[in-house]
């Protein structure tokens, strides 16, 4: 099957276009609040419309600032040293999640001391609302051909213009690449978006011990962004960055997934001391 070719231009007026890619950010930002509302009935202290409101505002800045400043620390390093106004030129493309899940957690913990929430239950009121999101961004990656993945041995997969994967099979002539490769994007829309939102929203649908919601989204992104990044072509100029066929992603996931195990058993053991 080839793959689907879709205009990354919804449609444009003069110097202004509606791409694909950010409507996908809109609507993950507007997932957030509609989820949101829906989840702070059920919260104590309850939160107003204007906290949630403030919430969504203050993580959407901390989403599209740390993302791309992720992305140019943690991709585009040497490009960053030769031209310092890079990091600005977002029309040119470049997000990364790893940098947005900092940028969201510095914003959160400016919401927190404006609020004077817990930070922790900030998190966890948060982390079962983002998935949807995360999966449609990798929707847009995927309208957009962009991360392509890695050649299918079992012939399961997309064909994809040469255009798209010139970068990673500069051999590639004529309109379609021979090869069938993994729709990547689309697995990682699926495990990360789909999968993660239901099992942190069923997990959250009951009173859990503060930071166990936090801990399993560390957990389970990581998990399914290890896997998910198996099936993914490594960038093309950075190419696999240890021994043993380990990309970016799974590099920069794998402390996530630490992180998140360090926080799970201390929210059971916080919960077992204050129960005894």
Request: glycine fraction near 12%; hydrophobic fraction near 50%.
């Amino acid at each position: 099957m080839h793959y689907p070719q879709i205009d990354p231009i919804i449609f444009s007026l003069g110097p202004v276009a509606l791409r694909w890619y950010g409507l996908m950010y809109l609507l993950g930002f507007a997932a957030v609040l509609w989820l949101g509302r829906h989840r702070a009935l059920a919260q104590q202290p309850h939160w107003t419309h204007e906290e949630l409101s403030d919430l969504v505002f203050y993580g959407a800045l901390g989403a599209v600032l740390g993302g791309r400043v992720g992305y140019v620390l943690f991709y585009n390093a040497s490009v960053l040293a030769n031209d310092p106004l890079y990091i600005f030129r977002i029309w040119e493309g470049g997000m990364a999640f790893h940098g947005g899940l900092l940028g969201v957690l510095v914003a959160m913990l400016v919401f927190a001391r404006r609020t004077s929430r817990s930070f922790i239950a900030i998190t966890d009121f948060l982390a079962p609302l983002c998935p949807i999101g995360l999966g449609l961004g990798r929707l847009g990656n995927f309208i957009n051909m962009e991360l392509p993945g890695r050649v299918s041995e079992s012939g399961v997969g997309l064909v994809y213009p040469c255009d798209a994967v010139l970068a990673i099979s500069p051999m590639c002539v004529g309109a379609w690449e021979s090869a069938v490769r993994h729709p990547s994007p689309l697995y990682q829309a699926f495990f990360e978006g789909v999968v993660l939102f239901a099992l942190l929203w069923l997990v959250s649908r009951r009173p859990r011990p503060i930071g166990f919601v936090s801990a399993l989204f560390l957990v389970g992104y990581g998990c399914f962004r290890l896997v998910t990044e198996l099936f993914r072509e490594p960038d093309a100029h950075i190419g696999f960055v240890l021994f043993g066929g380990v990309s970016m992603g799974q590099l920069l996931s794998l402390p996530l997934l630490i992180a998140g195990i360090l926080l799970g058993l201390w929210s059971l053991r916080n919960a077992r001391g204050k129960a005894s």
